[in-house]
């Protein structure tokens, strides 16, 4: 499968994360929204590290071509995991406060 | 070099030792005592210019050089002083002449306070100190210097009485019309600098400095030198400043507008006239020559009419300045400093007498209220009355001699020119004579009470008087003309080693033709005194119409300046005050200030707080980023 459908898959899971980013009120589901951002990038990681494997097939370092890129999808997984789990943890204190977890009350930056 | 006359520094130093001690002590010195500090520096100056002059009599002329005033790069220009005879010449009249102007003044002053009485006295001596650097000066730097000091002096002594508004009017008009003449000096003095390398009078004059300059040079330098004169020596246009000076106090007009400051004018022409005799610089004479005709002819129109005894003589001045620049446009450069010569003597003699008699009028200077002085001011009238014949050019008084020098240049370059000279110079006899016989003879016709003060004037005033009136009577046996007696041009041949062609003047014509025209001149003068006498025997006094009224208003020439000149300038330092300044500029600082305020109200907004709004922002910047990376930085 030519390499642009994996590349335009993962732009459009980019962006749609970003949108939900700016534009949902909920907390969690920002989170959930951050996250699709995260396995956007793995992805179009995962597509290219497979395309430079097909451009050294013929060549003697075709063992472990592209490996690179696999290698640091495991750095974002890791990453999002450990972040997922500080953020839910001050979404929890946030409830505790405030008893909602709708972003609108996060306005205390200006005073 | 160590030439004796280097201490000729002593000159102008004198006076200015004067200025300061009058000065600044004005407050403690008593008037005896600035009296006689004032004059006697002059005093000082004269004896030494006396010596200077008996050493350059014997041909021992110097250039003292004291130090390097101005090095830069190329550019040198030396404190330097240039004694040779004409010099030395000015020297003699600034210093004799203004010697016996300080000691009128004691007199004249005496009812000013000591403060004040100081201050005058300090201001006179700094007038001379700055007329002995600008005729003592070895370049035109120096020259420059006396020139700007003496019209400061001039505006500082105009306005002397300062109290009165009108007064300070005259002042600033007169330090305003000079101004303009000094920019042309001063242009004239960068455009030697740029195609010569040097403001010495020796190195311009000399053949390599005249080589330098093409003919287009010389008719630029010399026409811009002129009319740096014609504001200070009061010629067309920038003469209206002369009767209005008269504000200052009466030896003022003695001194500074009567026999050295407006002079100075014609001694630079003098001083320079090597330039003006060269064949490029054959326009620039015969624009002199026009302007100086041209001027003695309108001045002596209005004194014609004039009723302040003071605005006469004024007018007077600026008329014969007139001539004086006419002999310097045909090239009559002795004639012309002869002239400043005879003139000084019998100018300010006329200028001290009016002042006399206005003390002795309690300060009236209107000739219709006069009359019949004579028989009060015995010695006054005698002296005014030498004056007036000195000045209507009657042989063998003074003016005599060189009035016809210079009539005889005028024939020389041209005969009409020559008739419209003759008769400037016979209405200065009309216009003195009226002057002399509606002041002095007849009836009085003042008010009783000024008839009662009428007395003659203090020793300190009619000695000056007594001293001037000999001088205008033997002042012109320097210079008598060839057909009379050979040899008998003794200033020519002192001045021939700086004017150049000094002597081939007066050989052009023959005997015959000369006698001629001195005889004419001298009946026609002669008739136009008795034709003053039957029309002035019994004045009555009535309304200017016509003619007359022009020439009472000046020709209305102040009114044109006005009209034309300064209320435009008015207009346009309104218009650049009120709209350029406050809407313009300030608009310009202002804006600045308000564009400042107004974006930071608007960046204001970005901080609105809210989370989301600062995620929106990082997005869109990141999008930028990307834009640039990929689309601008290939």
Redesign the interface.
Known sequence: MPINYYILLSVALFCIG?VG??TRRNAIIIFMCIELMLNAVNLLLVAFSKMHHLKAAATNAAATAGSDGQLFVFFIMVVAAAEVSVGLAIIVMMYRNIHSVD??F?????? | MNNVLNIAYWIPLLPFIGFLINGLGRKHLSKTATGIIGSGVILGAFVLSIWVFLQVKGGNTHDAHYFDFISVGKLNIPFSFKIDQLSSLFLLIITGVGFLIHVYSTAYMHEEKPEHFGRYFAYLNLFVFSMLLLVMGGNFVIMFIGWEGVGLCSYLLIGFWFKNQEYNKAANKAFIMNRIGDLAFLIAIFWIIAKVGSVNYTDVFSAAGLAKLKAADVVIVTILLFVGATGKSAQIPLYTWLPDAMAGPTPVSALIHAATMVTAGIYMIARCNVLYSLDAAEITRNIIAYIGLATALLAASIALKQNDIKKVLAYSTVSQLGFMFLALGCGAYTAAVFHVMTHAFFKALLFLGSGSVIHAMGGDQDIRNMGGLSKKLKITYITFLIGCIAIAGIFPFSGFFSKDAILLSVYLKSPVLYGIALFAALLTAFYMFRLFFLTFTGKFRGTHDQEHHLHESPAAMTIPLMILAVLSVIGGFVGIPAVIAEGGDKLGAFLSPVIAAAHGEAHAVSHSTEYMLMGLSTVLVLIMIVFAWFRFKNYQRTEATGLGKVLENKWYVDELYDKVIVQPLHRFGGFLKNIVENKVVDGMVNAVGKGVNYGSRQLRLLQSGQVGNYVLLMVLGMIVLLAIQFFIRK
């Open positions: 970003i980013v700016l972003i609108n996060l306005n205390r930056l200006k005073h």
